[in-house]
Nanobody, 121 residues
Framework: QVQLVQSGGGKVQTGGSLTLSCAAS????????MAWYRQAPGKQRELVAD???????YYAESVKGRFTISRDNAKNTLYLQMNSLKPTDTAVYYC???????????????WGQGTQVTVSA
């Protein structure tokens, strides 16, 4: 089992910055993929960015160039640095940790509790 505890988030004006953190505990050795998702009111949860154990990253087009995902393996913590925030970034943000098999089959998936990010115009 893996537990994910998120911190950070809050309210900021357009153009501001925020950093989200996601601390993992438990059987973290099994995790080889982590990601940030977000869900705005009335919308489906969407992938924002992800990072493999090897450090390969992916960003949604809507956040590319503004957000940076990173992980500190020594601290078992995932980060999302968000710059140049827009009102359209307003959502509840969730971190996700996945254990993939050698054949890229997701075996276990864990979610953080979510944290609200609100960007005012």
């Amino acid at each position: 089992q893996v537990q994910l505890v998120q911190s950070g988030g809050g309210k900021v004006q357009t153009g501001g910055s925020l950093t989200l953190s996601c601390a993992a505990s438990g059987s973290t050795f099994s995790i080889n993929h982590m990601a940030w998702y977000r869900q705005a009111p009335g919308k489906q949860r969407e992938l924002v960015a992800d990072i493999t154990s090897g450090g390969t990253t992916y960003y949604a087009e809507s956040v590319k160039g503004r957000f940076t995902i990173s992980r500190d393996n020594a601290k078992n913590t995932l980060y999302l640095q968000m710059n140049s925030l827009k009102p359209t970034d307003t959502a509840v943000y969730y971190c996700k940790a996945t254990h993939y098999s050698d054949y890229d089959v997701p075996l276990e998936t864990y979610w953080g509790q979510g944290t609200q990010v609100t960007v005012s115009a």
